[in-house]
Nanobody, 122 residues
Framework: QVQLVESGGGLVQAGGSLRLSCAAS????????MGWFRQAPGKEREFVAA????????SYTDSVKGRFTISRDNAKSTVYLQMNSLKPEDTAVYYC???????????????WGQGTQVTVSS
């Protein structure tokens, strides 16, 4: 069992940056792949980025490549999402999630945080 708590969301102007954090409690954090997803109003939840348990593999949805960076600190049981060059279309609730296997598929993730709001103004 893993409990996840996101933080770091907020309001930022277009072109700005935010860093999201997701703190995990429970055992064996390093054994879980971690992902970030987001959901905008009226839209389905979509994959943003994933990182393997050891941190050696990462993947991103095309719309954030070159702007967002996922990372993790297993000693602190925390995963991060550094978001640069933010755009209004990045506005959404951002969720972190944990999976037993590295994946970009929503259905692969068993544990979810409560989400943190990111709003990018134009």
């Amino acid at each position: 069992q893993v409990q996840l708590v996101e933080s770091g969301g907020g309001l930022v102007q277009a072109g700005g940056s935010l860093r999201l954090s997701c703190a995990a409690s429970g055992r064996a954090f390093g054994s879980y792949a971690m992902g970030w997803f987001r959901q905008a109003p009226g839209k389905e939840r979509e994959f943003v980025a994933a990182i393997s348990g050891g941190g050696f593999r990462t993947s991103y949805t095309d719309s954030v490549k070159g702007r967002f960076t996922i990372s993790r600190d297993n000693a602190k049981s925390t995963v991060y999402l550094q978001m640069n060059s933010l755009k209004p279309e990045d506005t959404a609730v951002y969720y972190c999630a944990a999976a037993n296997a590295y994946s970009g598929r929503y259905s692969s993730y068993d544990y979810w945080g409560q989400g943190t709001q990111v709003t990018v103004s134009s």
